[in-house]
């Protein structure tokens, strides 16, 4: 079994940054992407990042380049995932993901993983 846990959402005032933390933990050893998703209410779970473990490639939704940055930590199923120039439209519950390979699918596709965290709120306000 693999627990995802995620941290480090809060409330920032627009231009600001925070830094979201996640560990995958327990059986993670076919584990080989971590994913990052946000959702807004009354809209539609969204890809925000991706991680392969294994390539070290890095993904980002174009609402995020520039602004996002994914990162590995020294575990191979911890991830960060640093945010600046955040705005409001940045607001929403942003959840972590962990996927072994034989799921099927792009990394920005929610039924690629397998493996969810409860979420961390990020609030963007003035």
């Known amino acids: 079994q693999v627990r995802v846990l995620e941290s480090g959402g809060g409330s920032v005032q627009p231009g600001g940054s925070l830094r979201l933390s996640c560990t995958a933990s327990?059986?993670?050893?076919?584990?080989?992407?971590m994913g990052w998703f946000r959702q807004a209410p009354g809209r539609e779970r969204e890809a925000v990042s991706g991680?392969?473990?294994?390539?070290?490639?890095?993904y980002y939704a174009d609402s995020v380049k520039d602004r996002f940055t994914i990162s590995q930590g020294k575990d191979e199923t911890t991830v960060y995932l640093q945010m600046t120039m955040l705005g409001p439209e940045d607001t929403a519950m942003y959840y972590c993901?962990?996927?072994?390979?034989?799921?099927?699918?792009?990394?920005?596709?929610?039924?690629?993983?397998?493996?969810w965290g409860q979420g961390t709120q990020v609030t963007v306000s003035s």
């Open positions: 327990g059986n993670t050893d076919r584990i080989n992407l």
């Open positions: 993901a962990a996927a072994e390979p034989r799921m099927a699918g792009s990394w920005n596709l929610p039924t690629r993983y397998e493996y």
């Open positions: 991680f392969y473990t294994r390539t070290n490639a890095k």
